[in-house]
């Protein structure tokens, strides 16, 4: 197995842990959900722009042209 494949899928299973985690404390009567996404609105966190860049970072971008 390549490097590229064992770090697919170990971003995977980290963010099934991290949906997992969300959907057992939404349940809860927490607005944990909620007050993150206010963080992250207001607060603009670099982690969060960096996290962004890598998931479309790996996007190859369409051909456009007519």
């Not at 996404?37 to 996007?59: E, H, M, T």
Request: aromatic content about 14%; glycine content about 2%.
């Amino acid at each position: 197995m390549s490097p590229y494949k064992d770090s697919f899928y170990s971003r995977m299973a980290l963010c099934f842990i991290v949906v997992i985690g969300l959907i057992i404390l939404h349940v809860i009567p927490l607005p944990i959900l909620e007050t993150l996404v206010l963080y992250i609105l207001v607060a603009r966190p670099y982690w969060f722009k960096n996290l962004v860049d890598q998931i479309y970072s790996s996007k190859k971008p369409e051909n456009t042209s007519e």
